[in-house]
């Protein structure tokens, strides 16, 4: 009995159970149907081989992107009540904020760095879509007001990669009032002559898009990335007009100048370098 339970058995179960095979092995490219798999993405930056699309990419890839050898530090957000207007839908806000806080290992939609790009020091906030879709509540609104003191306070640039898709909706009022608050801190680094630089990337809507995220000294934009305030369908039910295809991509806001410069993601960390040499000067 012990042969056939030790022996046999687990010989039968290995050839009858099916092995468990890791999921997300390949990638569609959304752009020219291209399959990719995950390793060749990931070194390719997260861009189609064939056809130079750019997928999202996330918060911590992006730092891993700008920042060498981890030259840089983490700067803490500042503590707040989570649940100002005791909000629930579906499911209780408090609890959508521990679901995304142990999914991301971040406190909120937004990461404070300072550090190095190469030997230009700088202050860097990024929005962090995976956390409810980089929406813009209270902790993402006062982390970049505390960049930008930061930023003044330490006399560096203050560059804020943006993705987002707008205002969080379970903070009501108070995430619309985001939007004045974060532009007056735009307004304090202006008084006090500090450079900021916006980078947009895939998604850039909403209030991220109607307050700081268009006000940079500079502003440079990932190859690709959707960048607009309402989705193109709204607008199009709302004029009755149809719009170009490539609207409210960054090429097409670069043609009709609200973008200064769109860069490969290959190219994003040295063409942010030679924007800050170029104002250091």
Not at 32 to 54: F, T
Not at 233 to 239: A, M
């Amino acid at each position: 009995m012990n042969w056939l339970t030790n022996f046999v058995k687990p010989k039968l179960s290995s050839l009858v159970n099916r092995k468990k095979v890791q999921e997300k092995l390949w990638n569609n490219c959304l752009s020219c149907g291209n399959m990719i798999h995950h390793k060749d993405l990931s070194e390719n930056l997260r861009v189609c081989m064939n056809c130079d699309y750019h997928f999202r990419m996330s918060a911590e890839d992006r730092i891993k992107l700008l920042y060498e050898n981890d030259e840089y530090i983490d700067i803490e957000l500042d503590d707040i009540s989570d649940d100002p207007l005791k909000f629930v839908d579906k499911k209780k806000y408090k609890d959508r904020l521990k679901d995304y806080r142990n999914k991301t290992k971040r406190k909120d939609a937004f990461i404070l760095t300072k550090g190095r790009i190469h030997e230009k020091k700088i202050i860097l906030g990024l929005m962090n879509f995976e956390f409810m879709g980089g929406s813009m509540g209270r902790a993402v609104g006062g982390g970049i007001v505390k960049g930008a003191k930061l930023a003044i306070e330490n006399k560096l640039p203050y560059v804020i990669v943006t993705s987002s898709g707008g205002a969080r909706m379970q903070e009501g009022i108070i995430s619309l009032m985001q939007m004045p608050r974060t532009i007056a801190a735009v307004e304090l680094l202006n008084e006090n002559k500090i450079p900021y630089i916006v980078i947009l990337t895939e998604p850039t809507t909403g209030g991220v898009t109607a307050s700081f995220a268009m006000l940079g000294d500079i502003t440079i934009a990932e190859q690709g990335a959707t960048i607009g305030f309402a989705g193109k369908r709204v607008i199009q039910d709302t004029i009755r007009e149809e719009l170009p295809i490539d609207f409210q991509k960054a090429e097409y806001l670069k043609d009709h100048g609200m973008v200064d410069i769109v860069s490969h993601r290959k190219d994003l960390k040295e063409t942010l370098y030679k924007v800050l040499d170029h104002i250091s000067h």
